[in-house]
């Protein structure tokens, strides 16, 4: 059966490094003969002109559209100048999360040869873990309210909402996903020592989930002390799970840590397929450099990579990692883009890789 | 007047750095000619041998007995094979902040000599910025609770409570604290792009404070990026300010981006003086090195720098900090301590900064 994708490049450089990301799917479907259906007709969707001629960022009746989809190939949103970041994106990307319950976010945190890493002394292979996020619910949840507003004693509320159900399928996910690895080791976000309700609750769940993962090394961090020892020892990690907010921090620190954060992909993952998956860039839609043609398209390409290892292309998706590697060691500053210290252009990359995919 | 302070040492290695921060005290004190009286009567306070014994942190009477103090200089606590964490620090330090009204915690993330920085090429100077922390309310309320308990359904809430007082006091001593400097330039800590209702009141009340500060420069981050620009771009920084959490998570990151989390100091303070503020080191108890005469006194001996910082003792307080720094400078490793990778203890690096304090 085909894979069935569903293209959105959104707006800014997401349109250009789009094409870049297509040509490398291409490429690694033809050699592996992966049939995979790569549908484009979705050019004007989750953009802000979308939105100043029509009102909103997706068409009307956009879930049944996307519904039959295994997964979307995300570009990036937003053009602040014209419409605000709230507005662009919870009405694109976070719709998408919430609607198509993908609860799992999955960014990973890997050291690549060629990219200046802002830690000292750290060296290719030292820093390569996942960052597993509870993407639904948690201190996300928009509950709460205002009392005596506007006055002297005004008081405000946002709850944080978890639910057994919504703790124990991320912990089920980051499990299993540290039991596929040779280290098995799970690192868990906490807070109780402040946070003394919902975080309690937290670690409960880490340990009676933990039960049936007796293989698995668990240890757990207050937030704190956890982002001190992403910038101290990044080399102990290996899969680290954390709520929807610690777990959204975590996954920004994690790349900045390894200076990938202008090339990491990101994954928003509806496990059981029921819903289509979502897999993009990291990076923004970076108006400052959009029509230029020097954007990097490493993560549009890397959040491809992750679309095929998710859906079990192992070697397909592996050979696309060391083609993205290979590039940047081997591009030179023709070839490597100028965020990287090169002169190279978005196309000449994109272009490069994908004739390292047909070879490597 | 004289300044009137309770000495707690504590438990583990805040009874051996204690002894060198006092030493440094006198020493300024003398040089100054500053009034300041050191009562050293509460040596089991705060201990877990104590609670061991009597069942609690602190004597029945405590607050009345400390409410005259000017402030608490506090050396460290607790003992997790003995007492549970939770118990020796909701036990002392965290009562002192509720009960004393400690509002803000305030810490320096700078860049000194002789301490080898996480972070790549870069040299003292480029770091020096502050954490500014609201500590009583926000996302540490102990507000909520528990539906449909052991069952799938299973619900917990957890409430952010923010007041307008609360938020408004801690915003004003950040402004004052970035007006007082030379860049003027103070950086809030968000998340209202995804914590809907507490984190825009928050922005709202930032705005609306600056409206005072018109020559204060302003800027915003969503906490997630801006843990990632504490490691990509911390030279950029002056005064950040954030919530309990926020500031909780930046206030261990930024230390441990300048490698100075075990000499950092921690301020946790009343601003009126209604109440004793208290300093103490970051770094904890550390019971795997106490009683080997090993530790770094420096966090120590910093805390009581910040203290008479806090109490307007300017000069006394630049002599100290440069004592500091040139001890970190000169002293070889025969006088620096074995965390920073020389063979010196705890008493020769505390008599080698106060003999730097009377002579530098
Ligand atoms: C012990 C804990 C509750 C505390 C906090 O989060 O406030 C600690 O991390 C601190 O920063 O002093
Ligand atoms: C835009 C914002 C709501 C979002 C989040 O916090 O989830 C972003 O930071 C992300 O990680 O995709």
Redesign the interface.
């Known amino acids: 059966k085909s894979l069935k994708i569903a293209v959105i490049p959104g707006d800014g450089i997401g349109q250009e490094v789009m094409p870049e990301g297509l040509k490398c799917l291409r490429a690694v479907a033809k050699r592996y003969n992966i049939k995979i259906q790569l549908d484009e007709h979705f050019a004007d969707w989750a953009t802000c002109p979308r939105y100043l001629r029509e009102g909103s960022m997706l068409p009307e009746g956009w879930k049944e559209q996307l519904t039959s989809y295994d997964a979307i190939y995300f570009g990036a949103v937003g053009h602040p100048a014209t419409v605000p970041?709230?507005i662009s994106?919870w009405g694109s990307l976070i719709q998408f999360r919430r609607e198509f319950d993908q609860y799992i976010s999955l960014r990973p945190c890997k050291l690549l040869p060629g990219i200046?890493?802002?830690?000292?002394?750290k060296k290719v292979g030292d820093i390569d873990f996942w960052v597993v996020r509870e993407n639904t619910e948690g201190?996300?949840s928009?509950v709460?309210?205002?009392i005596f507003e506007g006055?002297?004693?005004?008081?405000?509320?946002?709850?944080?909402?978890?639910?057994?159900?919504g703790v124990d399928r991320v912990l089920k996910y980051a499990y299993e996903l540290a039991q596929s690895r040779p280290k098995r080791h799970l690192t868990s976000a906490t807070?109780?020592?402040?946070?003394?309700?919902?975080?309690p609750?937290w670690d409960q769940r880490v340990a009676e989930m933990g039960k049936k993962y007796s293989d698995v090394f668990v240890d757990k961090f207050h937030?704190?002390?956890l982002?001190?020892?992403f910038?101290?020892r990044p080399e102990t990690f290996d899969v680290v799970v954390g709520s929807?907010?610690f777990g959204?921090?975590l996954?920004?620190?994690g790349?900045?840590?390894t200076g990938s954060?202008g090339v990491a992909p990101s994954g928003n993952i509806n496990p059981e397929g029921r819903w289509p998956s979502l897999f993009e860039p990291v990076h923004g839609s970076a108006p400052d450099i959009a029509g230029k043609g020097i954007a990097n398209p490493i993560g549009m390409i890397w959040a491809g990579q992750m679309l095929l290892e998710h859906f079990g292309h192992k070697e397909a998706a592996h050979t696309m990692m060391r083609a993205i590697e290979a590039a940047l060691e081997r591009g030179g500053t023709g070839i490597i883009t100028p965020d990287l210290g090169g002169a190279g252009t978005c196309e000449g990359l994109g272009s490069y890789i994908a004739s390292l995919i047909e070879e490597i």
Do not use: F
Not at 116 to 121: M, S
Not at 151 to 165: G, L, P
């Open positions: 970041d709230h994106l200046r890493c802002p830690l000292a002394d201190e996300y928009s709460g309210g205002k006055t002297e004693r005004e008081v405000v509320i946002q709850e944080t909402v978890m639910t057994r159900i807070k109780s020592n402040g946070i003394s309700i919902s975080m609750y937030i704190d002390i982002t001190a020892w910038v101290l929807n907010l959204d921090i996954s920004d620190l790349p900045a840590c954060i």
